[in-house]
């Protein structure tokens, strides 16, 4: 039933090009939020000068993110949708279909877990398919870091669009500096993620290929070159 599996590279590599531009632009926003906080903390004017160049480049920086999220979201998306499609081919049916698979991350409280149950399945199922370790405490500290980066940039963003006084300011200034380094945390975590299963589907995709050929098909510790062959 190998042969029946959807391609899923393009997807996969898509979405971690879309990650390291988030992280990217995060680690810059970052920088900037570290930047005005301190400006902040020392009642510097902000309206003139050195704090006007600040207020200039959170803008800039914030209006740069708007395609980068949008796109992060459709890429991981869909790659998440086909990677969770193939697993009826891999370990069996899976529990959701894979229409739900994107629909669980927009209903409200469900997705607090169920995307985190549904990327369960796609780590052991993909990754047992494929001959690989099936350990998923990379997976909990990804979700672990999506729902705190997820509470950060929510509290930041309601902190922000009430401040008026320098107290409300500066505490609006810390919470853009945490969320801004939570988001490349999780960024790192996602793309770390997708990289791993995505390894594993091309193992798996190399099986079928061999099978089909006629031959056995090679050990997972085969997939990978050797020293000889990397310098080749």
Partial sequence: MLHQLRDNS???????????????????????????????????DLSAGWGQFLEYSRVAVAIAQIPIRILSIVFFLQWFRRAY???????????????????????PFLNLFRPYSIMKEIWYGTNSAAGRGRQHGLLQWWWIAYLVHGGLNRAADKVSTKAETLTELQNAASLNVFSNFADVVSAALTLM????????????????????????????????????????
């Avoid at 590599?13 to 902040?40: D, H, R, T």
């Avoid at 499609?85 to 959701?96: A, E, K, Q, T, W």
């Fill in 10 to 44: 393009g997807r996969a590599q898509q979405a971690i090009a879309i990650f390291w531009g988030i992280i990217g632009l995060s680690s810059i926003s970052f920088l900037v939020e570290m930047l005005y906080a301190v400006s902040v903390s020392s009642t510097a």
């Fill in 85 to 107: 499609y193939n697993l009826r081919y891999l370990s069996g049916r899976p529990d959701h279909s894979d229409g739900w698979a994107v629909g669980a991350w927009f209903v």
């Fill in 193 to 232: 993620v997708i990289r791993y299963v995505h390894e594993s589907e091309q193992a798996v995709a190399l099986f079928g290929q061999v099978r089909q050929l006629g031959g056995d098909a090679p050990a997972p510790d085969d997939v990978h070159p050797t020293e000889e062959e990397q310098y080749a």
